[in-house]
């Protein structure tokens, strides 16, 4: 063979299995048709949190003036953003590469498909490896609509020739949320719909209806209960049709309503690599698919669509592979983020996921956070804690108000260490942080 391992997609899973195995060593290559890092680095995590922080700014200069500070409303100039993002993403670039070429890997610039077992196709060069894994991640997926044509997804919102004055963002989960932050906070007049009454499914109820009047506090108008029906091109913008009836004119439709595991043109019908109802290629517990010799990782098996999760499991199959033996991913411990205004961080069971199986008492704590005091900001921050009744262990956190992600990595520590609320409440607390709410909390709620 010519490889230990061949990896198809050079994205975060990917390169960190590539790069671990290399460096164990095991003879590696990686195939990668468009930028290394893959959606994070290029159209996700990164140029998204990028624009995060100048919502951010922009909404620091607004609080400003209470604590004294004479500031003029800023307006965004968007070539410098966007050109100041492309240099940063273009140097992440030149790192990952380095990443693989220092590791030893072989780096293929092209279009990889399996032909048989063992084998792949780059271009016109057929090469053969005992392993091959395909870390092909997501793509973000546009409902068929009229006017299809006249939507953005979240691929070209970070390369757009202006940015809007007016924006429509449709979807309820991660990106809908985030941009619909980013751009009522750079001063666009925002509007977001979601065929729910409730944005970000799968998050504790009370995270969800907290965060969504925040939302609304903080100036994105939310249009509930309604799906798009059409976009027509008009005279210096789109008309929007939505299913309630409402129509609103537009600079800008952007469509976060899902994404789907990128497996086109791969050939996995050569190897019999079956997939499931959504796309997702079937794995194992040691991420192989239902074709020997041939592995999955990240986005397109659809686990935890995560960067760090795609990590973890890259590690896992080079440890697995070529090293020791690989721990595997703790999937019931995953702390996340929403980076909307405001944050969220989340690690653990929802309260609805806890009543399912544990008797529960549940404490919580909402307030207006310290900065916004002086500020006149009427945003407020929620924190809530789940924990057995009777054993007091911690079965989930949540919070809700500014630097919550941030805030939440600690706090996934102590829950993968199976810290107790006894715990909790002998850490001495930093004050004053909106953080010490979480070791401060000492009565329960009243309806537990």
């Not at 903080?218 to 029906?229: Q, S, Y």
């Not at 956070?369 to 007091?392: D, F, H, W």
Request: charged share 20%; hydrophobic share 40%; net charge negative.
């Amino acid at each position: 063979m010519d490889y230990d391992l061949f990896v198809i997609g050079a994205g975060s899973g990917g390169v960190r299995a590539a790069r671990m195995s290399a460096q164990m060593g095991a003879r590696v290559a990686v195939a990668e048709v468009s930028d290394l890092g893959g959606t994070c680095v290029n159209l996700g995590c990164v140029p998204k949190k990028l624009f995060v922080y100048a919502a951010q700014f922009r909404r620091g200069f607004r609080d400003a003036a209470g604590f004294g500070l004479a500031v003029t409303a800023p307006e965004l100039d968007w070539s410098t953003l966007r050109g100041n993002k492309d240099r940063e993403i273009s140097r992440l670039n030149d790192i990952y590469g380095n990443l693989l070429t220092g590791a030893g890997c072989t780096l293929y610039r092209g279009h990889a498909e399996i032909t048989g077992p063992n084998r792949v196709r780059v271009g016109n060069e057929e090469i053969t490896a005992h392993r091959i894994l395909i870390a092909t991640g997501g793509w973000p997926f546009v409902p068929e609509v009229p006017g299809k044509e006249h939507i953005i997804t979240s691929n070209e919102v970070f390369h757009l020739e202006q940015w809007p004055e007016r924006a429509v963002v449709v979807g309820g989960g991660y990106i809908a949320v985030e941009f619909a932050g980013i751009f009522n906070g750079t001063g666009v007049d925002t509007t977001l719909i979601h065929r729910r009454d409730l944005v970000l499914r799968g998050f504790d109820q009370d995270v969800r209806r907290f965060a969504q009047q925040q939302f609304q506090e903080d100036g994105v108008t939310l249009e509930l209960d309604a799906e798009l029906a059409s976009v027509e091109a008009i005279a210096g913008g789109y008309r929007v049709t939505l299913t309630n009836g409402k129509v609103l004119d537009t600079d800008l439709v952007l469509c976060a309503t899902g994404r789907q595991p990128n497996t086109r043109n791969l050939g996995l019908e050569a190897v019999d690599v079956r997939t499931d109802d959504r796309g997702a290629i079937i794995v194992d517990d040691e991420y192989q698919t239902t074709a020997e010799g041939i592995y999955a990782i990240g986005d397109v098996v659809g686990r935890a669509e995560l960067t760090p999760v795609a990590l973890a499991e890259g590690m896992f199959l080079a440890q697995q592979w070529f090293g020791e033996g690989g721990r595997p991913v703790r999937y019931d411990a995953i702390p996340t983020a929403v980076f909307s205004e405001p944050n969220i961080g989340t690690v653990g069971l929802t309260e609805e996921e806890a009543r399912r199986n544990y008797a529960v008492t549940v404490y919580e704590s909402e307030f207006r956070p310290m900065q916004n005091t002086l500020s006149g900001n009427p945003l407020r921050a929620y924190m809530k804690l789940i924990v057995e009744t009777g054993s007091e262990q911690v079965l989930g956190a949540h919070m809700v108000g500014p630097d919550a992600g941030e805030i939440m990595q600690g706090f996934g520590v102590a829950y993968a260490m199976g810290a107790t609320k006894a715990d909790f409440d002998q850490t001495i607390g930093i004050h004053p942080t909106s953080a010490e709410e979480f070791v401060t909390m000492r009565t329960p709620r009243s309806n537990n």
